[in-house]
Each structure stands twice: as C-alpha cells, then as structure tokens.
C-alpha cells in the first residue's frame, strides 16, 4: 500500500520558517518526481513545488520563487519543503504528491498518482 505522510506543519508567526517534510512507502521512491501543493480555505488546490527523482531538477511556482525551497533525501524516502519568509497568505493545506517522471506536466494535479493526507500551515500576522 502506497503512502505519503506529510509533518511538519503548525502555527507560526509572519515571517517565519518552517521545514515540512513527506515520508513515502510502499513505493519505489527513485521511480517518481516528487511536488507539493496547497489549498487554501475556500480556494482551488496550487502548485508549489516540484523535484526530479535525483533532486537535481527543481521547478517552483513563480509567486513563491525565493522563499519556498524543494528537496529530496532518496536514502530516507523522504521528500521536503523549507517555507520561509511565510506570509498569512500561505496558510493552506500543504500536500506532498508523487508524479511519473515521463509526464513533464508537473504543475497539474492531474499528474500525480499518489496523495498524502496533508499537513496544515497557519500562518499569524
């Protein structure tokens, strides 16, 4: 059984940082690319973030370019977002899915396989 498990969200201060983090099991984790998307109360679910397989390849919504840095630790089948400078805007859901790297549409939801429950952000000002 596949599963993604998001942590790391909570409460915290405009301005700050958080680390969320996504472990993945019951999967080949090399096999697959790697995003993150959020929704927001009352909003449609957005891109955020996404990485290639080796983590050498990083694609980001252009509104959170600077602030949001993906990444990936394939020995601990783990997937990360480091959220900084956070504004109350980001508040949201924050989920991490897992994409075949043959579709390069990788800022659709549509394209990703596999879902976590996801992890909340809130984010005071």
Request: include cysteine; charge should be positive; hydrophobic fraction near 30%.
């Amino acid at each position: 059984q596949v599963q993604l498990v998001e942590s790391g969200g909570g409460l915290v201060q405009a301005g700050g940082s958080r680390r969320l983090s996504c472990v993945a099991s019951g999967l080949t984790f090399t096999n697959y690319a790697m995003g993150w998307f959020r929704q927001a109360p009352g909003k449609e679910r957005e891109f955020v973030a996404a990485v290639s397989w080796t983590g050498e390849g990083t694609s980001y919504a252009d509104s959170l370019k600077g602030r949001f840095t993906i990444s990936r630790n394939n020995a601990r089948n783990t997937v990360y977002l480091q959220v900084n400078s956070l504004k109350p805007e980001d508040t949201a859901v924050y989920y991490c899915a897992a994409r075949n790297p043959l579709n390069s549409r990788y800022e659709s939801s549509l394209s990703y396989d596999y879902w976590g429950q996801g992890t909340r952000v809130t984010v005071s000002s």
